[in-house]
């Protein structure tokens, strides 16, 4: 660990509320079927469905929803040379019926930001809804440096802002220690993908440690959470063995924190961790919709309500979603 980043532990381990983040790439086109569907008809995402995930989710607690860069309006079975700005165009096209929700797609810095600002300039507000930006690292260079990153970053901000009067959210994946400089300066939320309790909570501290030499109030930390829930943790484990089969190793849950069990397994599990000081919230990656979205609405987030881990009346504003 770099020394001007390591933890003070003198710094609070918990915030007084839990952000919770859903993951709804799974709504998009099934990559799976793009090379059996050769041929045939590509197969579209469906966004009213989408929209109304989104909807749903913001009403019951969840504080923004993500799209993941593999994301995609169509299965075509040839690449696309735009298909990258996918998750981008699908959340400004439901923004106007998300009910006020965060939508934060994922972007390649560096492609064509000036399409990205663009898209991101004509999110429909007037429904309450707000646009955020996930960093993701370029195909052909990584953008993890901080100046690369802030450079792109900033003018892809000014952009949008300029555009809308208002400034996107920004999301960085922790991926490496050379992204801790970055995501302390330039992130409003840093997204974590870490299944070691011990090893997380001490990432966290270095991202406030970071933010802290920038300058900077604490800045969220949200880990990566795989659910698969249901009435018995057999039951539960069975569906997620069988789901894992499926995805093989192109599953977008890879390394990701798992709580596979009932709803109590997974609200145990995310208090651990929100009261070890490891995480300020989670993104929830559900393994499968709409079983465990339904599950994480109806039973993980009212437990925690319960608990005053999340606030009752969920996170309605950006502000509120992305708290200092």
């Keep these: 660990m770099t020394a001007a980043f390591l933890p003070t532990r003198t710094t609070a381990t918990s915030s007084t509320t ?12 099934p990559a799976h079927d793009r090379e059996a569907a050769a041929g045939l008809p590509a197969e579209q995402a469906n966004l009213v469905r989408l929209a109304s995930y989104a909807r749903a989710a913001h009403k019951g607690g969840v504080s923004f929803v ?12 040839a690449p696309r040379a735009n298909a990258w700005l996918d998750p981008v165009i699908a959340a400004r096209r439901i923004s106007p019926s998300a009910g006020g929700t965060g939508l934060v797609p994922t972007v390649q810095l560096g492609r064509a930001d000036s399409a990205v600002a663009a898209e991101l300039a004509q999110f429909n507000r007037k429904s309450g809804s707000w646009a955020g930006l996930q960093v993701a690292r370029g195909e052909q260079a990584p953008v993890a440096a901080l100046p690369q990153l802030g450079d792109l970053l900033e003018e892809l901000v000014r952009s949008t802002a300029a555009r809308s009067s208002q400034r996107p959210t920004v999301v960085v994946p922790l991926e490496e220690e050379a992204d801790l400089a970055a995501a302390g300066e330039l992130a409003d939320v840093v997204r974590l993908r870490e299944a070691d309790l011990s090893w997380a909570r001490e990432l966290r501290f270095a991202v406030r ?9 604490p800045v ?13 943790y057999e039951s539960a484990r069975a569906r997620a063995d069988l789901l894992t089969d499926i995805a093989g190793s192109d599953a977008g849950w890879a390394g990701a924190l798992e709580a596979v069990g009932t709803v109590g397994d997974v609200v145990a599990t995310i208090e651990r961790w929100i009261e070890a000081g490891a995480a300020d919230g989670f993104v929830v990656l559900p393994g499968s919709i709409p079983a465990d979205v339904q599950r994480l609405l109806r039973g993980i987030i009212p437990a925690l309500q319960a608990r005053g881990l999340v606030s009752v009346a969920g996170a309605t504003t950006e502000a509120q979603a992305v708290p200092a």
């Design 18 to 29: 839990a952000t919770i983040a859903l993951d709804l790439s799974g709504l998009g086109a």
């Design 209 to 217: 440690s970071a933010a802290r030499a920038a300058g900077r109030g």
């Design 220 to 232: 969220r930390v949200l880990v990566d959470l795989r659910t698969v829930i249901a009435s018995d």
């Design 66 to 77: 993500t799209l993941g860069e593999d994301f995609r309006l169509r299965a075509d079975a």
